[in-house]
């Protein structure tokens, strides 16, 4: 079983930047695993932000955030991070960094992600 915890949400202005933190623990090492960071705005569907494979040397980005957005991982430490550059109001949302099980990564098959944490809030004002 694992537990993550984000961190790094907060209020920032439109052009702005925010570098979240996805801390791991328990008894499953993420380093076996791809990681990926969801989110949700208020009223919408939870959707798919970025993705890393176990050792990061590969990543997967949604179109809206490419350019912007570059997910990074260090297994010494069992984190995740997400760095959000250019922020626009519509990135406003709670961003999750659930374990990726299987699939996703170019297999074919649809990500399976579980162990989600309670998310971290980000907040962008134009």
């Known amino acids: 079983q694992v537990q993550l915890v984000e961190s790094g949400g907060g209020l920032v202005q439109a052009g702005g930047s925010l570098r979240l933190s996805c801390a791991a623990s328990?008894?499953?090492?993420?380093?076996?695993?791809?990681m990926g960071w969801l989110r949700q705005a208020l009223g919408k569907e939870r959707e798919f932000v970025a993705s890393?494979?176990?050792?990061?040397?590969?990543?997967y980005y949604a179109g809206f955030v490419k350019g912007r957005f570059t997910i990074s991982r260090d297994n010494a430490k069992n984190t995740a991070y997400l760095q959000m550059n250019n922020l626009k109001p519509e990135d406003r949302a709670v961003y999750y960094c659930?374990?990726?099980?299987?699939?996703?990564?170019?297999?074919?098959?649809?990500?399976?992600?579980?162990?989600w944490g309670r998310g971290s809030q980000v907040s962008v004002s134009s």
């Open positions: 890393i494979n176990w050792d990061g040397s590969r990543e």
């Open positions: 659930p374990v990726q099980y299987a699939g996703g990564g170019g297999s074919g098959s649809p990500p399976e992600f579980g162990s």
């Open positions: 328990g008894r499953t090492f993420i380093s076996r695993y791809a």
